[in-house]
C-alpha cells in the first residue's frame, strides 16, 4: 500500500512569492495534518483537516492557509514567503481526526526561501 | 507553557546493546504519546504509542513506558543495530482548551541515536 505523498519534493522560492504544497493521504484516511520542521527541530503543528473541514490550527500566521478536498487530498498555501519559512514541511494522515488515531508522515517538501 | 522536552540530545550505543531514550512532557492533561524515529531525508516513522491509561506498552524490540507521576516517557530498544541509527522524537497530545483532542501532537526536539558495528 502507498503512504502519504507529497509534491514537489523539493522547492526553491523568493521572498514575497506564494507557494502550494500536496498531499495524498494514505487509502483509507480521513484525516490530514501538516507540520513544519526547522533543521535541528521537531516538528510543529500547523493544520488539521477532517472530512474537509479544519479542525485545528497551530500558531502560524494567516500567510498560511490550507484546504481538504473531497479525496481527502488536502493543499498547504503559503503566501508572501519569509526567509523564515525555509523548513520540511510534513503531511501526516490519520483514519480519524482524534488522539489515538497515530499520524502517518509523509517524506515532506523540502521548501528554500531565499 | 506546554512542552515536551529530551533529557539528552545525543546517545551513542554498540550494536547489540540496550538503547533507552528519555523524554520529559509538562503538561498533565496529555493523554496519548507517540515515539517517532526519523532517518535523513525522510519523515517521521511512526515506533509505538501508549495511552495514558497504561504505564508500559511492548512491540518488536521496543518498550515504552509512561511514568505519570514525573511526567516521563521512555522509549527502550533491545538488541540495537546500526539500522536503529535515526533521530527519536516523543510526541504527546492533549486536549484542547474545550477539552476536546483532536489529534495535535507537540514534538520534543529529538535525540540522535548512533549505533555503532
Known amino acids: 500500500d502507498a503512504g502519504v505523498t507529497q509534491s514537489p519534493t523539493h522547492l526553491i522560492k523568493t521572498r514575497g512569492q506564494h507557494v502550494t504544497l500536496r498531499c495524498s493521504p494514505i487509502?483509507?484516511?480521513?484525516?490530514v495534518s501538516w507540520y513544519q520542521q526547522v533543521l535541528g527541530q521537531g516538528p510543529q503543528f500547523i493544520f488539521q483537516y477532517y472530512e474537509k473541514e479544519e479542525r485545528g490550527r497551530g500558531n502560524f500566521p494567516d500567510r498560511f492557509s490550507a484546504r481538504q478536498f473531497p479525496n481527502y487530498s488536502s493543499e498547504l498555501n503559503v503566501n508572501a514567503l519569509l526567509l523564515g519559512d525555509s523548513a520540511l514541511y510534513l503531511c501526516a494522515s490519520s483514519l480519524e481526526a482524534r488522539a489515538n488515531s497515530p499520524l502517518h508522515f509523509g517524506n515532506g517538501t523540502r521548501l528554500t526561501v531565499t | 507553557g506546554e512542552s515536551v522536552g529530551l533529557h539528552l540530545p545525543t546517545l551513542s550505543v554498540q550494536e547489540g546493546d540496550n538503547s533507552i531514550i528519555n523524554c520529559a512532557y509538562s503538561n498533565s492533561a496529555s493523554d496519548y504519546f507517540i515515539w517517532y524515529k526519523q532517518e535523513s531525508g525522510k519523515g517521521p516513522q511512526f515506533i509505538i504509542d501508549i495511552r495514558s491509561n497504561m504505564d508500559k506498552r511492548q512491540g518488536q524490540r521496543v518498550t515504552v513506558l509512561l511514568n505519570k507521576t514525573v511526567k516521563h516517557l521512555s522509549l527502550q530498544i533491545a538488541a540495537t543495530q546500526p539500522g536503529d541509527s535515526a533521530v527519536y522524537f516523543c510526541?504527546?497530545?492533549?486536549?484542547?482548551?474545550?477539552?476536546?483532542?483532536?489529534?495535535?501532537?507537540?514534538f520534543g526536539q529529538g535525540t540522535i541515536l548512533t549505533v555503532h558495528p
Open positions: 510526541a504527546e497530545n492533549a486536549p484542547n482548551a474545550g477539552g476536546t483532542s483532536y489529534g495535535k501532537l507537540t
Open positions: 487509502s483509507g484516511h480521513k484525516s
